[in-house]
């Protein structure tokens, strides 16, 4: 994929997790593009376990960060203001589901950034579809099944310069020839 003149190496080495956003909504094509390309993450054989939920509602996505921020123990936004929460979650009936949502979300991540916006993933998805308030959501969008929260990808600008990539540790990899 190039996007911006970065090949995918240069993409993985270069996105970050981003803390700080802009309020300014993300079009929905760019956001259909992202979550077009969280549907191609690989899954356990071929069963699709994930779903995405996109929101753009502000008052649903201040619902969201309320009860994140709650069950985190803090009243500050865990969405660091940004305009756009992707919420994936997998069918635990798949043996594979965490690791299939995981390369959703991975997906989503890189995409966005190939595309100019700004993501960080955001944890605590897992408790919030476990409480009445996520089921709620779920039964409201029709969704049924044993679903499991996987986590968030917020999007949006970034507001600020990409925080530089730390140095990577020297036993990361190991080689047996």
Known sequence: ???????????????????????????????DKITAAGTYAPTGMNRQSPIIIAVTNKEVR???????????????DPFYGAPV???????????????DGSLVMSNLMLTAHALGIGSCWIHRAKEEFERPEGREILKLLGIEGEYEGIGHCILGYADGDYPKAADRKKDWVYTID
Do not use: C, H, W
Request: cysteine-free; proline content about 3%.
């Open 62 to 76: 201040d619902r969201l960060s309320k009860l994140n921020a709650e069950i985190m123990g803090t009243d500050s």
């Open 85 to 99: 929460v992707l919420i994936v979650l997998a069918n635990k009936a798949s043996a594979t589901y965490i690791y």
């Open 1 to 31: 994929m190039k996007e911006y003149g970065k090949d995918l190496l240069t993409l993985i080495q270069t996105r970050r997790s981003i803390r700080k956003f802009k309020p300014d909504m993300v079009p929905k094509d760019i956001i």
